[in-house]
């Protein structure tokens, strides 16, 4: 029988069209968690870099009745950074954030030297098929009911993006002429 963790690959490498994968590694800040493990496939489209964690579900969280969360970031960035930042984002924030559609999450600093900008909102993941993202059953035999994941975009924003989101709403954010994954874009507000 596969392991949880198996059968995330095993999806994720679906999702990814079967592309190879990078793993890095990110040390627990908790002693009471294991580390978070990004998956990385550059290339999915030109220029794009796309990332998927694993070790945010392993975390509980109130808010997380039905499922757990996973994240994902596609940017058109060959700088593996934002990968790494999605690593930072996972391990020092899972458990205490929710990964609800519309939250943010402020680094205060820029993210890389390429981009301007400091911060992240969640939405659907950046995928050809983001509703297969939803629902992922990775349970193991001898577990009781489903353990399910979902996988939630993280999308770079510039500061004045992120205060516009918590003053009108994510859906306003979203219906600006902009793209979400482009981290060398102007600021869309």
């Not at 994902?72 to 690593?87: F, G, N, Q």
């Not at 680094?107 to 390429?114: A, C, H």
């Not at 001898?142 to 996988?151: K, P, R, S, T, Y």
């Amino acid at each position: 029988m596969d392991s949880r963790a198996e059968k995330y690959l095993a999806h994720v490498d679906r999702l990814s069209g079967g592309a190879e994968a990078q793993f890095y590694s990110q040390e627990s800040a908790s002693p009471a968690l294991p580390g978070v493990t990004t998956l990385v496939y550059e290339g999915l489209s030109e220029g794009t870099l796309n990332a998927f964690t694993y070790g945010v579900s392993l975390a509980e969280h109130p808010a997380w009745q039905e499922s757990t969360r996973e994240l994902h970031i596609s940017v058109r960035s060959d700088d593996v950074v934002w990968a790494e930042a999605l690593s930072f984002i996972a391990d020092g924030m899972r458990g205490t954030c929710t990964f609800a559609y519309g939250d943010t999450i402020d680094l205060g600093e820029r993210v890389t030297p390429e981009s301007e900008m400091t911060a992240f909102c969640v939405f659907a993941p950046a995928l050809p098929d983001p509703a297969g993202c939803s629902g992922l059953d990775v349970s193991v035999a001898g577990h009781e009911g489903h353990d399910l994941i979902d996988i939630v975009g993280l999308y770079p924003l510039h500061d004045i993006e992120m205060r516009y989101l918590h003053e009108h709403g994510l859906e306003a954010l979203w219906r600006r002429d902009w793209d979400p994954c482009d981290v060398r874009r102007r600021p869309a507000v």
